[in-house]
């Protein structure tokens, strides 16, 4: 096995600091949407170090599966969760006018 380049050791360095970088702003985020576009972009910086690090299969899994497909359904689930959390505010408004109504009697 040949010692790495110091091209290569400069490149690897940049990535996994970046991915500190971006595994830090989504663990401390405060809003859903930027915490989850984070955690894509961990995935996505970590395919680019697997294709520097010459596993290009590795990368392509990384890359589709743990950045494309991941960060899709978070903002999936994240739009049918706010979705029905509108529904569910007007079912607990009818609940709470309902119960007004029959204090009154």
């Known amino acids: 096995m040949s ?3 110091p091209f290569v050791f400069g490149i690897t360095l940049v990535l996994c600091i970046t991915m500190i970088g971006a595994a830090l702003m989504a663990i401390r985020a ?6 989850i ?3 894509g972009l961990v ?7 697997f ?4 596993a290009p299969d590795v990368a392509m899994t990384e890359a589709a599966i743990g950045s494309g497909l991941t960060t899709f359904l978070f903002f999936f689930v ?3 969760i706010r979705g029905a959390g509108h529904g569910g505010a007007n079912i ?14």
């Open 43 to 49: 995935s996505l910086v970590a395919s680019i170090l």
């Open 78 to 80: 994240l739009a049918r």
């Open 30 to 35: 405060k809003r859903l949407p930027v915490a």
């Open 51 to 54: 294709l520097v690090l010459a």
């Open 3 to 5: 010692p790495m380049s």
């Open 92 to 105: 607990d408004a009818d609940y709470d006018a309902d119960n007004e109504a029959d204090s009154h009697d």
């Open 37 to 39: 576009l984070a955690a």
